[in-house]
């Protein structure tokens, strides 16, 4: 079975500060995806950004970054130039198998963005 | 298409009642997942479809819980004899490759 853990229930950050969110997991898959998802208040989540195991370069997108430490399974969410759009809820999940909307999703981190 | 779809958004219901819920995926996607997730906490999955068959249902979803994807569009999941326990949103998800699109949910709460 699959975890994904999320020690941070809540941070805080200054709005163009950077800030960084911690995810742990465990798999038995050798090859695999994780991803973040970002969930606004009241609206859809959505896809922040992926990382697949076997590429050794941390992923970026925009503001948005990871540091994937594969033999630690450590897969944290680095947030540059914070913005007040970026305020919500962030969850690490890690699919299973080659089902990747199946889903095995932390407990969540509540960002808050301040002026 | 503007994306995944779910109707009712929110949902009242009297303990014992039935309900049933829609989502409608994006359309060229084939696979089709039902979550629960109760506030504060992660979505848990609950069912996912490849087409119109139904591969997995987690131990989360018991017989009181019926998903159906005819035709391999739309899906119903649908509650019966519901119970205050089963208060949460419910979300679903479409998806061709590796992301899953989410819908906004249907938010349940039995009274």
């Known amino acids: 079975a699959q975890t994904v853990t999320q020690s941070q229930p809540e941070m805080s950050v200054q709005e163009a500060e950077t800030v960084t969110l911690s995810c742990t997991y465990d798999t038995s898959e050798s090859d695999y995806y994780l991803f973040w998802y970002k969930q606004p208040p009241s609206r859809q989540m959505i896809l922040v950004i992926r990382?697949?195991?076997?590429?050794?370069q941390n992923a970026t997108e925009n503001r948005f970054s990871v540091n994937f430490q594969k033999a630690a399974k450590s897969f944290s969410l680095k947030i540059s130039d914070s913005q007040l759009g970026d305020a919500a809820m962030y969850f690490c999940?890690?699919?299973?198998?080659?089902?990747?909307?199946?889903?095995?999703f932390g407990q969540g981190t509540i960002l808050t963005v301040h002026p | 298409d503007t994306g995944v779809s779910q109707n009712p958004r929110h949902k009242i219901t009297k303990r014992g009642q039935n309900v049933t819920f829609r989502c409608d995926p994006i359309?060229?996607?084939?696979?089709l997942y039902w979550y629960r997730q109760t506030l504060g906490q992660g979505p848990e999955f609950l069912t996912y479809f490849q087409n119109e068959a139904q591969l997995e249902k987690s131990r989360l979803l018991s017989d009181r819980f019926s998903a159906e994807r005819p035709k391999g569009s739309f899906s119903t999941l649908e509650i019966q004899r519901t119970e205050q326990g089963d208060s949460a949103m419910y979300l679903c998800?479409?998806?061709?490759?590796?992301?899953?699109?989410f819908g906004q949910g249907t938010r349940l709460t039995v009274v």
């Open positions: 990382q697949e195991a076997y590429k050794q």
């Open positions: 999940a890690i699919p299973g198998g080659t089902s990747y909307g199946k889903l095995t």
């Open positions: 998800a479409s998806s061709a490759g590796t992301e899953a699109f």
């Open positions: 359309s060229e996607h084939n696979r």
